[in-house]
DNA sequence: CTGAAAGCGCTTACAG
DNA sequence: CTGAAAGCGCTTACAG
């Protein structure tokens, strides 16, 4: 038996015909170690938790997808759960997993309950949280800065000549990274001396018939509105083709800018929608290759990888 | 020791007053239960495995989505593995994760190794596959047809008139859900018939510039040509948008049809696009159901579930 | 280079 | 209603 575990685990002192047999049988038998009994006995799972808002969300989706990557090829394995959004299930969900005894946890979100926090601390386990850069993160952190982002893109608009700009996101509560956007969109119009108007700020559900329908509110409410920035890509492509409905032009009559990138914003006509592209895959990558390294380590220094994001500038601005 | 696993299971034969003491302190020192020891040695996990083509694909991420809401409040936790849409990663990745022991196999895919196939067999788990409403399927299946879809929505053009009525796919090898959608565009045109034409049948990456490559390439081509069922969205979209830049009109010109929902395709102007709604996220709830009954009971009767789908008429066609 | 002993953290099955 | 014994399938640590 411990000649075996020796040769699967690539133990050394173990002879070569030895090695050859158990190979040899190991695939006859489809032998596949339980690794239940495996990390019982050496106190490490190669289990990965994942938390995400909702899983079937392409933004988040991707960044699992990148983690995956990395994690099978390492021999980890990814256990993900959703928490709706909302930090009570977020706490209810981490709670379950830890019953995995993971070896590292990933949450994509950075507001969190303190017994979340708390819970979390007592495991010393890695812990990387993204969604934004937050500054005080449980353990380390991998993302961009939302708050940097809404503010270049504000600052485009800016340089554009835009000077009556909306703000429409996805709701705010417990959403840190919208909340961020718009603490950037704040600081860019400060800065140009322009004034926050409340009246020209919007959220709502991210879908695009919402989108759709704050395009059509802003421009009846406020008809001196000369751009829209849409903090989230759903909205943007409702607004977008709401002001087509309207026989509003875009960028003539107003300006549209995105957040993220959702595929259709770069085909659209007759403008591509300009968009902050953020690195969804790489953030899963780099989260990944950051737990495995330490695992190996040891080490428990906590991180922080500013990954950026990039402005994509298109016709709809 | 005993008490506190009785109290936390929920087993009877435990005093109200202790099954407090016991819970209080659960609460106090923040005990969650090892899963590793406790399927070590029940001899079954709560863990199901999930293997996808592609984790951060929309399409199968929904699904994903629809199976954690169930596998969550049922106490189960869901491994997530991608296959890369290679039938020998698939075999690699499904035997790596029989090393965790779930209690439940998810494959969204129908076409396996036959290695593959053998290993879950061997394991005596229930396996629920979908994509495609399998004919042979490993032990259960939940899934719509793709023949049945690919041949109502080419009824639906031949019902409208269309006569020249090309295909364009994402890539068909290892891929059986997009041979079956050609099946049935095949059944279509032979019931109607219509002859088939090798010339007017297009496959390639499934990504909107390929879609646009292959609009341009197929008007070109076939001048009389005068509708394009895109048995998939992310082509569809591609190629509508490229026809409106060719300047062609749609359904005018030539009628475009999708596959699946990818949401812009409704929002598009100045035609939404046709095209066939599946039932992604049932697929994942009534999977993980299925699963969680046949744990219950102890049962072993495979299922077959077609949940089928919708053809959703829009101004494209 | 190979193997026997002990034990990871639980639950099953039995005794009281 | 409560608890002691045995053991799930492995690995660690030690002996030869």
């Given at each position: ?163 009556r700009i909306a703000f429409a996101s996805a709701l705010r509560r417990n959403n ?142």
């Amino acid at each position: 038996m411990m000649t075996v575990s020796r040769v699967l685990r690539g133990a050394p002192d173990v002879s070569d015909a030895t090695r050859e047999r158990v190979f040899a049988i190991v695939d006859r038998v489809g032998y596949v170690p339980n690794q239940a009994a495996q990390s019982l006995v050496s106190r490490r799972s190669r289990i990965v938790a994942a938390v995400v808002p909702s899983i079937g969300n392409a933004m988040f989706a991707e960044t699992l997808h990148g983690m995956s990557d990395v994690l099978r090829a390492e021999g980890y394995f990814l256990v993900v759960a959703h928490s709706g959004y909302s930090p009570r299930e977020e706490h209810a969900v981490v709670k379950a997993l830890l019953g995995q005894r993971p070896c590292g946890v990933f949450l994509h979100n950075t507001v969190h309950r303190a017994e979340t926090v708390a819970l979390l601390r007592k495991q010393r386990i890695p812990v990387v949280e993204t969604g934004d850069l937050a500054a005080r993160p449980i353990d380390s952190v991998v993302s961009y800065s939302n708050f940097r982002a809404g503010r270049a893109m504000t600052e485009h608009l800016i340089g554009r000549g835009y000077r009556r700009i909306a703000f429409a996101s996805a709701l705010r509560r417990n959403n840190d990274r919208v909340h961020e956007r718009r603490r950037g969109y704040h600081a860019a119009l400060k800065s140009a001396g322009l004034r926050r108007d409340p009246a020209m700020e919007f959220e709502g559900d991210p879908d695009p018939v919402v989108g759709a329908r704050l395009l059509h509110a802003i421009v009846d409410g406020s008809p001196d509105v000369d751009a829209i920035f849409f903090a989230s890509e759903r909205l943007a492509i409702g607004g977008y083709f709401e002001a087509q409905r309207m026989g509003l032009a875009v960028p003539g009559r107003v300006a549209i800018a995105g957040f993220d990138f959702y595929e259709a914003t770069s085909q659209v006509l007759p403008a591509a929608i300009t968009t902050i592209v953020t690195p969804r895959h790489e953030i899963g990558v780099v989260t990944a290759r950051l737990l495995v390294d330490r695992l190996r380590d040891g080490s428990d220094a906590p991180i922080r990888r500013d990954l950026g994001f990039e402005l994509a500038e298109r016709g709809s601005t």
